[in-house]
């Protein structure tokens, strides 16, 4: 009788991990078709026409899949990604980034959009100093290998060296000011989605990576859903169209209005190379301008705040939100100036 009990109380346990289990790795696995699908035919946001997806969804379908399904498996893979690390970082103490600057290096070299790089703040908050947490928070967005050759096979080697150095720069000097006005605030609650309280009993069974996965997702699924309608609205009524259409050359003013426009605007994994391209080419736009219009559509979007806002609190990310703008506009007027 005893033992039946206990089957029917582990049964239902058994199944949700399975059922865990099962949704990550096959959101992994598409993730990995759709990555090496859109490498393979070289398919980006700006031509993404030809994708077959696009082609065989109605407009509608394809931009509920590219800014909800897509968001969604993506978030999932960060989320699964992070519990990881925080397995292994807990066995492995000394790969840890210690400081801001090797925060900056290792976010550098992992191939993670911002939507992926958030949910680490779980991973690393009892860690880490919290100027390093948003250091990589940054940085993991603006920078990886393949960003870096393709900024400088595009674009130039001047910009591919103002881009690592003015990402250094924002990333740094972000999680200063950051901490600063967290320090302020002690009650600022980072990760407030933990999976377990000492009331609900759940401290009970034994966490695994699949379950701590759900749960985390679990809790920011709401933020995803609102992250994904502000995408499609500026996707419909898309500010970088602006750019294109009209000269902004290297006056405060356009330096201003590339920055204004990068906010709601997300490119990752270097697209926005490829869009700046024709316009430093052929419409005058400087590279100060370009220089801070890829800091801005990378490293913060309405996405990754909403999320930000989950995970550090709404002040804070709005903090956050502003040295980013503010730090772009000083950096890409003093590149124009200079250059």
Request: proline share 4%.
């Amino acid at each position: 009788m005893q033992h039946n009990i206990l089957s029917g109380i582990e049964s239902p346990v058994a199944l949700k991990r399975i059922g865990c289990k099962a949704g990550i790795y096959l959101s992994i696995f598409l993730l990995m078709i759709d990555f090496i699908y859109k490498s393979w035919n070289g398919i980006s946001y700006q031509n993404r026409e030809i994708c077959i997806v696009y082609n065989l969804l109605p407009s509608a379908l394809f931009l509920i899949y590219e800014y909800f399904i897509e968001l969604f498996l993506v978030v999932i893979a960060g989320v699964f990604v992070a519990v990881i690390l925080e397995r292994q970082f807990a066995k492995h103490k000394q790969f840890f980034p210690k400081n801001q600057l090797s925060a900056f290096i290792y976010a550098s070299v992992i191939p993670v959009c911002s939507c992926s790089a958030i949910p680490m703040i779980e991973t690393m908050k009892d860690k880490l100093k919290f100027r390093t947490i948003i250091t990589f928070v940054v940085a993991a967005p603006l920078l990886n290998p393949y960003i870096v050759l393709l900024s400088f096979s595009i674009l130039g080697i001047k910009y591919g060296i103002l881009r690592i150095c003015t990402s250094l720069v924002l990333a740094m000097v972000t999680g200063l000011v950051v901490e600063y006005f967290y320090n302020k605030s002690k009650n600022t609650e980072l990760g407030k989605y933990n999976n377990c309280s000492p009331t609900n009993g759940c401290g009970m069974i034994k966490k695994n990576i699949y379950e701590d996965t759900y749960n985390i997702v679990k809790k920011i699924f709401p933020y995803l859903l609102i992250a994904g309608a502000l995408s499609l609205v500026f996707e419909i009524y898309n500010p970088a169209k602006i750019m294109q259409h009209y000269y902004l050359g290297d006056s405060w003013l356009g330096t201003i209005l590339v920055v204004i426009l990068g906010v709601p605007v997300y490119f990752c994994n270097g697209a926005d190379v490829v869009f700046l391209q024709p316009l430093m080419k052929y419409a005058g736009l400087s590279i100060g301008s370009s220089i801070a219009f890829s800091l801005t559509s990378t490293s913060v979007c309405i996405s990754s705040l909403i999320m930000l806002i989950k995970f550090i609190g709404r002040r804070l990310t709005f903090i956050l939100l502003g040295t980013v703008v503010l730090l772009t506009v000083i950096m890409g007027l003093i590149i124009s100036l200079l250059m």
